[in-house]
T-cell receptor, first 113, second 112 residues
Framework: GENVEQHPSTLSVQEGDSAVIKCTYSDSASNYFPWYKQELGKRPQLIIDIRSNVGEKKDQRIAVTLNKTAKHFSLHITETQPEDSAVYFCAASSPYNTDKLIFGTGTRLQVFP | KAGVTQTPRYLIKTRGQQVTLSCSPISGHRSVSWYQQTPGQGLQFLFEYFSETQRNKGNFPGRFSGRQFSNSRSEMNVSTLELGDSALYLC???????????FGQGTRLTVV
């Protein structure tokens, strides 16, 4: 069945450094790839998404890249700040699977001042 | 626009009991999905409802069931509760496929 793998499970960086989180999906028909941020005790919230007709998308310090051939997509956070500390989830969905949104297992990012 | 509302926020139940959780989606959203969140397991897909029909089901036992009403509100039921069912249950609503999913605050279920 469909599956999304996410690495690493934990990531610690110094404030100002960059952070990269990688995901791999199994369903080659997947065409929508959102990223969610979940702060402690709060609900997951969308931070950026990308569709399969685009290779890269940027929003200020956050960027997502997609490699359809390799079925990989990655989240890049530059100039990290302590408020970036949270759990990040990648997800994928396929129109041939009625757009079911499948999530990765999450990455706990800690940014140390 | 009001966000996704889940009730109750917290619940403590005894093994063997059953429980019903409720989710009210954003007005106009017809898709409601349910997820189980446990430490280390991420967000595991339970099922999705669209216009009162179950469109998708995850790999959970038949003790987990749900339904959706004509006003798009959804309920999730877990029968014969087990200790391992303790988790945060999140629902998410979407306007249509391949768009942003908006999550509720979740219901924290503890089974003792």
């Amino acid at each position: 069945g469909e599956n999304v793998e996410q690495h690493p499970s934990t990531l610690s960086v110094q404030e100002g450094d960059s952070a990269v989180i990688k995901c791999t999906y199994s369903d080659s028909a997947s065409n929508y790839f959102p990223w969610y941020k979940q702060e402690l005790g709060k609900r997951p919230q969308l931070i950026i998404d990308i569709r399969s007709n685009v290779g890269e998308k940027k929003d200020q310090r956050i960027a997502v890249t997609l490699n359809k051939t390799a079925k990989h997509f990655s989240l890049h956070i530059t100039e990290t700040q302590p408020e970036d500390s949270a759990v990040y989830f990648c997800a994928a969905s396929s129109p041939y699977n009625t757009d079911k949104l499948i999530f990765g297992t999450g990455t706990r990012l800690q940014v140390f001042p | 626009k009001a966000g996704v509302t889940q009730t109750p926020r917290y619940l403590i139940k005894t093994r063997g009991q059953q429980v019903t959780l409720s989710c009210s989606p954003i007005s106009g959203h017809r898709s409601v999905s349910w997820y189980q969140q446990t430490p280390g397991q991420g967000l595991q897909f339970l099922f999705e409802y669209f216009s009162e029909t179950q469109r998708n089901k995850g790999n959970f036992p038949g003790r987990f069931s749900g339904r959706q009403f004509s006003n798009s509100r959804s309920e999730m039921n877990v029968s014969t509760l087990e200790l391992g069912d303790s988790a945060l249950y999140l629902c998410a609503s979407r306007d249509r496929g391949n768009t942003e999913a908006f999550f509720g605050q979740g219901t924290r279920l503890t089974v003792v």
